[in-house]
C-alpha cells in the first residue's frame, strides 16, 4: 500500500521553518517540494541572478510560472546569445518583472528598446555603469521610443543610473521624462557640473548634451518633489551651495540620502540638511572627510526618526557627541569605520544611559585602532545586535570574545579579521591557564650590560609584543573540559551566518575543529592562518554545508588532500579564495569542477603548480563561472572575466 502524499500546504508550512538557503536545497527534491516552495509566502521580493550564457536560456523559461519577480543579468553585449537571452525575459517574463539590473553590460540602445516596452509592470530599473547606452547621445532620441517608454515605466519607482561617464542634461531628461512617480534616484559617481552653469544664467531649456548640470537636476527634483523619497549623490562633487538648494526644494520630503565621498561638504552644509530634511531616516555621510563633531551634534538635535547612520572615514570627528547620539530611540545602524579618533568611552557611556536608547542591530567599528573597552560595549549592546564589525581593533582579546559570546547570542555577522592577540582559548571559551613563571629570558635580566667594544650593549631589552607572543597550546585534558562545560564558545551564537577571522594568526586547527559547527554559516574567511591544515578545512566543510563564499588565501599547509574532503560537501559554493596556496595543484580544480556547479567567483593567484591549460578546462565545465584570477599562474600575468 501506498504512503499517501502531504498535501501542499503541509508541505509549505514545514519548509517556513527552514533558513531559505536550506529551503532552496529542499526544493530540489522532488516535484511536489518544488511546487511546495514556490507558495506565494516565500516568493516575496525573489531576486535571480545569473550572466548572459546558453544555460541562462532554458533557466528564464522556467521562470515563466512566477507571478512576480527580478533579475540581475550580467556580462549582457551585443552578441546573438545576450539578444537571445533578452528576447527569452521579453517572451517568458514580460510584464510580471518587477526589476531589471544589467551590471557589467555593454549593451546597444536597440536591444533595450525592444525589450522595455514588454515590461509593463516594472518598478526597478538599474542602468549602473552602462556607458554605451548613452554615449552616442542619441539614446531615446525618436519620439516614437520615448512614448513606448513612457508607457512602459509608468509604474517604476527606481532609478540607478551610476557611473555613467556620458550622462548629459539631453539624455537624463528623455530618460526620466518617462517617469512618472520615481521614488529612488541614484546617480553616484556621476559627473555634474555643480558649480559651472552651461546656460549662463537663461532657461534650461532642451537640455545641453555635454553634460549634466546642477541646474537640470534640481529641475527634476522639483517635479518630483511629492514622492521623491531618496537620493543618492555619493562620489560626486556637490558642493556645500548646491546641497542647500537640493534640500530646500519646497515639498521635498526625503527618507534616504547617500553623500558618501563627498569631499566638499563642510559642517555648515551638514545643519542645513538636518534642518530642511528633518525625516530622514538613513543618512550616509561616510568619506566626507571635512566634518567634524559639529556634523554630529547637527544630527543628534534634528534627526530624530534616524534609523542608520554612517560616518565611516571621518578623520576628523571626535569622541565627544557619540553618548548623546545613542538617545535617537529609533536608530538601529551605526558605521564609525576607521574613526581613527573614537575609542568607545562615549559608546559605552550612551549605553549605559537610563533613559530611551537606540536598540543597534548594527555596528562597525571597523580600523578603531583606539577602542579600548570592547567588553564592556558586548555588554550594554543588547540582543538586539544582528551585525558587529571588530575588523582591526587590536586590542579584542580572548576575554573580549568570550563576553561576545555570552551577551551577543544573536549576532548573524561576526568580523574579527586582524585582531591579533585572539588565541584558541578565546574561541572555546575557555581562560588560558597561568603557571606563574615569566619568561627566564626576562627573569634573569639583571639590567644593562656594558662592552668594550660598544657591540651589542643591552642598554634597552627590547619590548615583549604581545603579538609575538605564543599561548599555551590547548591539550586533550583541556579539550575534555570544553566538551564537559557549557562554557562561552564561539558556538553560542548558533545563528551566525557570516565570520570573518582572517590573519587570527595564533588561531590553529585545534579551536577550529571543535568550534567552527554552523549549520547556517553562508560566508567564511580563514585567510592568511598560518597554522590552519587540511584538518580543519575538511572539519569546516562537514559541519557548515551552507557556505557560499569560503577564503582560504595564504593558508600554506592546505594542499590537495583538505580540498578533496572538503568540496564534496560544499555543494552552494559560490565563491572561492585559493590565492598563495602553494600546496594546491590542477587536482583541485578538478574537484572544483566536480562539486562545485555553482562557483561564479575564483582566485587561484600565486599558486604556482596550477597551470593555465586547466583553468581554461574548468571555465568549460562551469556554466555560472563569471570571474577568475590567475595572477602568475604558470607564469601567466591575467584576471580573467567570463
Known sequence: METPALPHEVISHILSFLHPSDRKEASLVCRSWYE?????????????????STSSVGFIRSLAHRHRCSLIISHVDDSNLSRRVLEEVRVHLGARLEGLALPRSSMMESSLLKLLPCLTGLHKLDLNGLDSLFMSGAFLSREEHRQQVRTALKNLEELDLSDLRYLSDLTFNRLTGCTLRLGRLALAGCYIAFEFDPYRGRAVGPGSSAMLSLRNLLRLVQDHSSTLRSLDLSRTSITPESLRSLVCVPGLHLEELRLSGCKKLTDYSVEQLCRQQRGLRTLDLSGCTELTRRSMVAVTAELKHLQSLSL???????????????????????????????CGMELVKGLSSPQPRAQLEK???RNCTYIQDVCSLAQL??????ELDLTSCVVLTDSSVRTIATHLPGLQVLRLGLCKLITDWGLLGMEEPSDGKESSKYAEDTGPSFTRTFGNMGFFQPPRMPFDEKPRLVTDEDLGTFREQEGTSLRAIKGLEELDLTACSKLTDISITQVLRFPVLQRLSLAMLPELSDESVASVAHHCRSLTSLALSGCSWLTDEGLAHALPHLHRLQHLQLAYCDGITDRSLSLIA??????????????RDITVTKV??????LPFLENVQYCSVSGADLNLTL
Open 363 to 365: 555596528l562597525s567599528l
Open 616 to 621: 581554461d578546462v574548468l571555465q568549460s565545465q
Open 312 to 342: 565611516s572615514r571621518n578623520w576628523k570627528m571626535t569622541e565627544k557627541g557619540l553618548a548623546d547620539l545613542m538617545a535617537l530611540p529609533a536608530l538601529t545602524s551605526l558605521d564609525l569605520a576607521e574613526c581613527v579618533n573614537v
Open 594 to 607: 566536480q562539486h562545485c556547479k555553482r562557483l561564479r567567483t575564483l582566485d587561484i593567484s600565486k599558486c
Open 381 to 386: 549592546l543588547t540582543s538586539s545586535l544582528k
Open 36 to 52: 511546495a516552495s514556490q507558495d506565494h509566502q516565500f516568493q516575496k521580493n525573489v531576486t535571480f541572478r545569473f550572466p548572459v
